[in-house]
């Protein structure tokens, strides 16, 4: 039972993380950026990754994306 989990894991992990990466550049591309004061010292596309990946897996911290829109408030 194990080596058929194991064997799942695989193309689930595959394709989990092209789903992480497609996000993240959607992010790029709507020129969004993560609060750089949670992830101090890390490169902008890294730091998006790590958010989109705990966004997927359910954190429901409330983050501070810039650039949304163009009212100071957004």
Known sequence: MLTAVLMDLAPF???FLIFVFVF???IIIMESDI????YAGIPKFIRIMIQTF???IGD???IQ???WGD???C
Do not use: C, F, Q
Request: aromatic share 4%; net charge negative.
């Open 13 to 15: 992990l595959t394709i």
């Open 24 to 26: 993240s550049m959607i």
């Open 35 to 38: 609060d750089p004061e949670d």
């Open 54 to 56: 705990r966004n997927s």
């Open 60 to 62: 429901i911290a409330i």
């Open 65 to 67: 994306y810039g650039k």
């Open 71 to 73: 009212d100071e408030n």
